[in-house]
């Protein structure tokens, strides 16, 4: 799945959906590129030292 263009992921989307894949399995493409995407913009920007996100938040946590 593409994490670059929204143009070609919904193609792809499109095409997957059409070979038989369930909508599940589409949005689970979408959300593996864009974590992939995330994690390759952070790598090449760097994190600061005490970054967190909310969702990292012991608050929010179960």
Do not use: D, Q
């Not at 070609?8 to 989307?13: L, N």
């Not at 864009?34 to 996100?53: H, K, N």
């Amino acid at each position: 799945m593409s994490s670059i263009c929204v143009v070609f992921a919904k193609s792809e989307a499109l095409g997957m959906l059409k070979a038989g894949y369930t909508k599940n399995k589409v949005i689970a493409a979408y959300c593996l590129a864009m974590a992939e995407r995330v994690v390759s913009l952070v790598e090449r920007i760097g994190v600061e030292e005490g970054f967190s996100s909310p969702a990292a938040s012991p608050r929010i946590r179960a």
